[in-house]
């Protein structure tokens, strides 16, 4: 029997603060996207480009709290996790979609002061 692998490792900015919200089971959910640099080169001589990706995640769980309490728009972070593909319909049109489930994330920007707290004088 072979085996197979689906993981995915990231490392980039936070696009946007999470979305946090509840499933009916009372299970919390975060979705967040990330955006990762590429440089590509320009060839004959060209400068080189930068191109951005972005990417959506999912969070569950203690992640999903995580991710509210500490995560904000900017904040440069690593996750690993599986590839999930999905579609939908719009006006009739099947847009595919990729997105990140994600089992472990690492914070890599600096602490933030706590926004209420005032600093000592």
Same mark, same amino acid.
Do not use: C, F, Q
């Given at each position: 029997?072979?085996?197979?692998? *689906?993981?995915?490792?990231? #490392?980039? *900015? ?12 009372? =299970?919390?959910?975060? *979705? &967040?996207?990330?955006?990762t ?20 995640? =999912? &969070? ?12 904000r ?10 590839l ?12 595919? =979609? ?7 994330? #690492? ?15």
């Amino acid at each position: 029997m072979s085996r197979s692998v *689906n993981k995915i490792i990231l #490392v980039g *900015n936070v696009g946007r603060d999470p979305e946090v919200r509840e499933t009916s089971s009372g =299970t919390k959910v975060a *979705n &967040l996207s990330l955006a990762t640099n590429a440089r590509a080169s320009g060839g004959d001589g060209d400068a080189d480009r930068e191109k951005t990706h972005w990417h959506r995640l =999912t &969070l569950w769980d203690r992640l999903a709290l995580l991710a509210e309490e500490y995560v904000r728009k900017g904040d440069r972070v690593y996750v690993e996790g599986r590839l999930e593909y999905d579609s939908y319909e719009r006006e009739g049109v099947t847009i595919p =979609t990729a997105e990140v489930n994600v089992r472990e994330i #690492v914070l890599l920007s600096p602490r933030r002061e706590p926004e209420d707290v005032e600093a000592p004088v």
